[in-house]
């Protein structure tokens, strides 16, 4: 089976959506499951995980109705207020939700580095394990040491890398990114889902071997027992159509096993979001 671990709803709203620029026109548009089942059907992917594209718990109970009305989303990834001292009655709430897997918060946005090390949201991270929430990390190259602080904080919390830390892959940077992403994945709590190159890369001009040196580092540090493809969609049609897209995970994956091949392409997901 092959599962999109990372994709996108939303029923466009410029003021919701304000961080889709006019660079990002194609995206002004609703997006929604009638349209990802054709895109589906014709790159042979059997289900997803949808993750929030907004912040607030409106956008986690409209993934969640969506997940409910088409069964090919096998499972959500919402936002709460981490920081809210309401929190534990929020996820007593959501957790009454089988398809609602884990949360996220928009961290890249975020102007101080350290924002995951603040202490309300060190609590609220805190508090995830005991109803068997996963926790998305989203964040720039320069917000990997704060990751890696908080992810050694809770060693019993799963965790994922959304976008593989989204390096700088059009201005060919790589060391210092290569080097806390060793350094993050020696947490085995810690997975990391091959997706959002492309947006990373020169959107007109990527070629399928700008990627493989991002590549190589996150399948030596995380090895394919700790990957899963995601496409980032439709976030990703800025830069390629879909089919492209997972093409360039499957030219990498030529020379692998069946059995990790197997694990990548949905296996993993399977297992960390526990659908």
């Known amino acids: 089976m092959v599962i999109d671990s990372h994709q996108h709803f939303w029923k466009y709203d410029p003021v919701r959506l304000d961080w889709i620029n006019e660079e990002m026109s194609i995206l002004k548009r609703d997006f929604l499951p009638a349209d990802l089942s054709l895109v589906y059907q014709d790159a042979g992917v059997d289900a997803c995980v949808a993750v929030q594209a907004d912040q607030s718990e409106a956008e986690t109970d409209f993934l969640l109705a969506l997940a409910d009305q088409n069964d090919f989303i096998k499972g959500v ?33 975020e102007p101080d580095p350290n924002f995951m090390l603040g202490k309300e949201f060190q609590k609220g991270i805190e508090q995830l394990h005991q109803y068997g929430f996963t926790y998305d990390i989203l964040i720039f190259p320069n917000q990997l040491h704060a990751a890696i602080e908080t992810v050694k904080n809770f ?83 800025l830069a390629g159509s879909y089919r492209e897209v997972k093409n360039i995970l499957t030219s990498y994956l030529e020379s692998f096993s069946e059995s990790d091949r197997a694990l990548i392409w949905g296996s993993n997901a399977a297992h960390f979001y526990q659908l």
């Open 77 to 109: 990834v919402g936002w709460v207020d981490l920081r809210s001292a309401a929190l534990p009655e929020r996820l007593m709430h959501y957790h009454d939700f089988p398809k609602l897997k884990g949360f996220r918060h928009v961290v890249q946005s």
């Open 155 to 237: 060693p019993n919390q799963k965790f994922v890398i959304d976008h593989i830390a989204k390096p700088y892959i059009k201005a060919g940077k790589l060391k210092e990114w290569a080097a806390n992403m060793e350094i993050i994945a020696r947490c085995p709590n810690v997975m990391c889902k091959i997706s959002g190159m492309v947006t990373e890369a020169d959107w007109g001009n990527w070629k399928t071997q700008d990627f493989t040196p991002y590549l190589d580092v996150v399948f030596q540090a995380f090895t394919p027992t700790r990957l899963m493809f995601g496409s980032d969609w439709p976030v990703c049609l």
